[in-house]
């Protein structure tokens, strides 16, 4: 989960490492950023799904407007973005890690692998967002690796150095701040606009 | 929007009116059944998106914990629905009305028009699912006869006879309550499965 009210960002904490130009972001804000431009720029329709919630209670101080004072977090069932790109439908999940060395597979809930694994299934395109904010480096990686690793991996976590082995660096800028689309081109449209 | 806690639901209404065997139930609720349904068959992947929420307030009870307090509804910016169905991205919004006249185009947000409109055009299956909740008949309207409708209609809502006229009428059920992806198939496949 990027960004949830009981996570620290670590946007703070980049912005005193970090010489940056309009990164250091969180991942969430940057892919938010980037979906916008290209549903601008008539590229993709992509969205990020609203965090799920369990609503306990509604007060209505005027008749018109509601206002909600009880509710919760749910985990969510799928992952937290989709749309569609090039007549494909897309489906993907983003997270960021402090970790130098790993990326920690309980960041990934197992609904939403099971999700990624259903998304493959019906000819969708799926894959995972990571980003090591430490080095500011934000990797595509393909779902089929990622629930391959999830599913057999001893280790609790995937090594960084394999990460960067087999996933594809997004290229990061000031418009769209990830042009991750890019990388679905080269990598499920067998293009190389990205290299 | 469906069942939003300041909206009354029908199923009361419906329930002293009609002798039904698991109908009567809100759309929302027949349409999430249908999907589980689907899902669990393996037929397609499509999940109803969490109701948009602007969080204002969290409280933290205990360190692990995160209670809301104060949140808002949002309009939403997209449909309701989406998922994949035989390798094609599918997207729709649905709604109900206890109108036996007609459809208000007031139910549907300019933005999901426009969400619709970019859906059909990134090569995505786009339709509005019509409960006329008096008749409990649910149609399947296409997105782009409702575009249409929505753009030159003087009218501000859509005759219930010009729906039963345009769209195609979903089959109820038990499992699943609403056959919807026949109507797909029918009209989106060229198949005459629903027929």
Redesign the interface.
Known sequence: MIN???KKTSAAHLGIRDNYMGRGMSLEDDLNKSNTYY?EC?R??I?K?????Q?VR?D?PTR???????????TP??TDY??????????FEAKETKSKSSFPLKNIHPHQIQ?LE??L????IGFVIIRFTCYDETYLVDASYMIEQYYTQTRKSIPYDEIKQHASLIKQGLTPRLRYLDNVDALYFKEVSCK
Not at 49 to 53: E, M
Not at 64 to 74: D, F, H, L, N, T
């Open positions: 949830y009210p009981n549903l008539e993709a329709v969205h799904k609203p965090i799920p919630i609503i509604v209505y018109s407007s509601a206002k909600i004072v009880e509710a919760y977090y749910k069932s799928t989709n749309g569609i790109y090039r007549g494909r439908a897309i489906d999700h259903r998304v299934k019906h000819g969708g």
